[in-house]
């Protein structure tokens, strides 16, 4: 059984900073991509970031590139998401999601089988 468990989310205002976690569990997190999505009220879950199974490769939506930064620690079995100059656009709840069987990411949200709980991030103006 492969479990996701996000944390880390909260209220913040413009310009802040937030790291989120996610912790994996499962044998083969190490050879897995991973990725982060986002959905916000009345919107599609739309890609954040996704990240290799060494974390040598990665790659960002056009909207947080620059201010996010993902990276693993495979000896953690963890991911994690480091979210500087947030505006009120990052406003959504994040979702953590795992390619098991796949070295590398996508940016395509039907390409990830396993998903958190997801955990809100709200920023304020």
């Known amino acids: 059984q492969v479990q996701l468990v996000e944390s880390g989310g909260g209220l913040v205002q413009a310009g802040d900073s937030l790291r989120l976690s996610c912790a994996a569990s499962?044998?083969?997190?190490?050879?897995?991509?991973m990725a982060w999505f986002r959905q916000a009220p009345g919107k599609e879950r739309e890609f954040v970031a996704h990240?290799?199974?060494?974390?040598?490769?990665?790659a960002y939506a056009d909207s947080v590139k620059g201010r996010f930064t993902i990276s693993r620690d495979n000896a953690k079995n963890a991911v994690y998401l480091q979210m500087n100059s947030l505006k009120p656009e990052d406003t959504a709840v994040y979702y953590c999601?795992?390619?098991?069987?796949?070295?590398?990411?996508?940016?395509?949200?039907?390409?990830?089988?396993?998903w958190g709980q997801g955990t809100q991030v709200t920023v304020s103006s």
């Open positions: 499962g044998r083969t997190f190490s050879s897995s991509a």
């Open positions: 999601a795992a390619r098991y069987g796949y070295s590398s990411g996508s940016e395509t949200r039907y390409e990830y089988r396993y």
């Open positions: 990240i290799n199974w060494s974390g040598g490769s990665t």
